[in-house]
């Protein structure tokens, strides 16, 4: 991982920091083409050059987010279409929603494969 990754993990309170770090595993574990970088001040996911999904920290709300990038939508009327993004809060508190976040990652990840 690099730096400004690992400092942005290691940067937040507990427990949204062993949260955070939970679902950087998760997401990373999904299929090994996923790849992590820092984009929009936020740890960001991408899959075959397109955007995947995002963790989000803002004030005490912690969010997972995935996106279906706007190269895998149909143009319609010749309007260009924009990447879509679905979120969700995630409670640090509570155990992580395992069976949504797979069966999320495993759609976006299947439209991203159908795409291409």
Same mark, same amino acid.
């Given at each position: /991982?690099?730096? !400004?990754?690992? +400092?942005?993990?290691?940067?937040?309170?507990?427990?949204?920091? +062993?949260?955070?770090?939970?679902?950087?595993?998760?997401?990373? #574990? &999904?299929?090994? &083409? %996923?790849?992590?970088? #820092?984009? *929009?001040? %936020?740890? *960001?996911? !991408?899959?075959?050059?397109?955007?995947?999904?995002?963790?989000?920290?803002?004030?005490?709300?912690? /969010?997972?987010?995935?996106?279906?990038?706007?190269?895998?939508?149909? !143009?319609?009327?010749? @309007?260009?279409?924009?990447?879509?993004?679905?979120?969700? #809060?995630?409670?640090?508190? &509570?155990?992580?929603?395992?069976?949504? @976040? /797979?069966?999320?990652? !495993?759609y976006y990840l299947g439209r991203i494969d159908a795409g291409l």
């Amino acid at each position: /991982m690099n730096t !400004t990754l690992e +400092s942005y993990y290691l940067s937040k309170p507990e427990p949204y920091q +062993s949260c955070l770090l939970a679902l950087k595993d998760i997401i990373l #574990r &999904a299929n090994p &083409a %996923i790849c992590h970088e #820092r984009k *929009f001040q %936020i740890p *960001f996911f !991408t899959y075959k050059n397109k955007k995947l999904g995002y963790l989000w920290l803002n004030q005490k709300k912690l /969010m997972l987010g995935f996106c279906l990038d706007k190269s895998l939508q149909e !143009t319609v009327g010749g @309007i260009k279409p924009k990447d879509k993004y679905e979120s969700f #809060r995630i409670d640090p508190n &509570a155990d992580l929603p395992i069976e949504i @976040i /797979m069966e999320k990652l !495993t759609y976006y990840l299947g439209r991203i494969d159908a795409g291409l």
